[in-house]
C-alpha cells in the first residue's frame, strides 16, 4: 500500500496517481490497480508557506499527514513534488515506513545514462536552494541552472500557468530555448524537477536526455511496493 501527499498541485498528483496505477497494471495485468491513501492538500495553503518562507510549518504540516499515512496502512510514503522535498527529512524522521526520495530516483536515472552534468528547471526555490540540487550532487551528478532572469520566468510559468492547469504553447517555446541555452552551457540532460513541467514539455521535444521526474518517480514507487 501507497501513501501519496499530493495536491502540490492537484495537477501533477493526478498524473502521478495514473503513472502509478498504470505501472501496477502493467506488472499485473488484469484489472488490477495500484493500492494507494492519497491525501491531497488546498494548493494555496501550501503555496501560501512557501511564499511566506515558513519551511518549519509546511514541514510539521506533512510530518504529520505522512504519519497519519502510516498508521493508515501505508507501507510507503510517496511525495507528489520537488519543492516540498525541502522538508524531506521532516517528512523521513516522522514515519518508520520507507519514504522514497524524488532526488534519488531521478539521480539513479540520470547515472543509468551515463550522465555527470544536468540542467535543472523547476521552482526557484529548487533551482536556488541547497536541498535538491545538492542531493544530486551527492550522487556525483553536477547541476546547471539557467539565469537569474530565465529562473524567474520558470518559476512564474509553474505558479501562474501549470498549477492552474493552463499548458501555452509559448511558454513551451520559452522552456525549450532555457534548455537549448543549458544544452550549450555544458548539460548533458535536463531534469523537469518541478512535477508539473512535464505536462508541458514532454521527451519528444528536447534534443538533450530529457528526465521527467514525476514519471521516474511513479515509477520506482510501483518497483518499490511489488518488489
Same mark, same amino acid.
Given at each position: 500500500?501507497?501513501?501519496?501527499?499530493?495536491?502540490?498541485?492537484?495537477?501533477?498528483?493526478?498524473?502521478?496517481?495514473?503513472?502509478?496505477?498504470?505501472?501496477?497494471?502493467?506488472?499485473?495485468?488484469?484489472?488490477?490497480?495500484?493500492?494507494?491513501?492519497?491525501?491531497?492538500?488546498?494548493?494555496?495553503?501550501?503555496?501560501?508557506?512557501?511564499?511566506?518562507?515558513?519551511?518549519?510549518?509546511?514541514?510539521?504540516?506533512?510530518?504529520?499527514?505522512?504519519?497519519?499515512?502510516?498508521?493508515?496502512?501505508?507501507?510507503?510514503?510517496?511525495?507528489?513534488?520537488?519543492?516540498?522535498?525541502?522538508?524531506?527529512?521532516?517528512?523521513?524522521?516522522?514515519?518508520?515506513?520507507?519514504?522514497?526520495?524524488?532526488?534519488?530516483?531521478?539521480?539513479?536515472?540520470?547515472?543509468?545514462?551515463?550522465?555527470?552534468?544536468?540542467?535543472?528547471?523547476?521552482?526557484?526555490?529548487?533551482? @536556488?536552494?541547497?536541498?535538491?540540487?545538492? /542531493? !544530486?550532487? +551527492?550522487? *556525483?551528478?553536477?547541476? %546547471? #541552472?539557467?539565469?537569474?532572469? =530565465?529562473?524567474?520566468?520558470?518559476?512564474?510559468?509553474?505558479?501562474?500557468?501549470?498549477?492552474?492547469?493552463?499548458?501555452?504553447?509559448?511558454?513551451?517555446? @520559452?522552456?525549450?530555448?532555457?534548455?537549448? /541555452? !543549458?544544452? +550549450?552551457? *555544458?548539460?548533458?540532460? %535536463? #531534469?523537469?524537477?518541478?512535477? =508539473?513541467?512535464?505536462?508541458?514539455?514532454?521527451?519528444?521535444?528536447?534534443?538533450?536526455?530529457?528526465?521527467?521526474?514525476?514519471?521516474?518517480?511513479?515509477?520506482?514507487?510501483?518497483?518499490?511496493?511489488?518488489?
Amino acid at each position: 500500500m501507497i501513501g501519496l501527499l499530493g495536491g502540490m498541485s492537484w495537477e501533477s498528483s493526478v498524473l502521478y496517481e495514473e503513472l502509478i496505477n498504470t505501472g501496477v497494471r502493467a506488472r499485473l495485468g488484469g484489472v488490477h490497480s495500484a493500492d494507494l491513501i492519497v491525501r491531497s492538500y488546498d494548493f494555496a495553503r501550501i503555496e501560501e508557506l512557501q511564499a511566506a518562507g515558513d519551511w518549519d510549518a509546511a514541514g510539521r504540516l506533512l510530518a504529520e499527514d505522512a504519519a497519519r499515512l502510516e498508521s493508515a496502512g501505508a507501507e510507503l510514503v510517496v511525495l507528489c513534488t520537488n519543492t516540498m522535498h525541502k522538508v524531506a527529512e521532516q517528512i523521513e524522521a516522522s514515519i518508520s515506513v520507507p519514504f522514497l526520495h524524488l532526488a534519488d530516483t531521478t539521480a539513479a536515472a540520470i547515472l543509468a545514462e551515463g550522465l555527470d552534468t544536468v540542467g535543472l528547471l523547476g521552482t526557484k526555490f529548487t533551482m @536556488e536552494q541547497e536541498f535538491y540540487r545538492a /542531493r !544530486l550532487e +551527492s550522487h *556525483g551528478i553536477s547541476v %546547471v #541552472v539557467p539565469s537569474e532572469a =530565465e529562473r524567474q520566468r520558470v518559476h512564474d510559468i509553474i505558479y501562474d500557468e501549470l498549477v492552474k492547469g493552463e499548458l501555452n504553447r509559448d511558454s513551451r517555446e @520559452e522552456y525549450l530555448d532555457i534548455i537549448d /541555452r !543549458l544544452g +550549450s552551457a *555544458g548539460a548533458q540532460g %535536463v #531534469v523537469a524537477g518541478c512535477t =508539473e513541467i512535464e505536462l508541458l514539455v514532454t521527451e519528444d521535444d528536447v534534443f538533450i536526455p530529457y528526465f521527467p521526474t514525476t514519471t521516474l518517480h511513479a515509477e520506482a514507487a510501483v518497483e518499490a511496493a511489488l518488489s
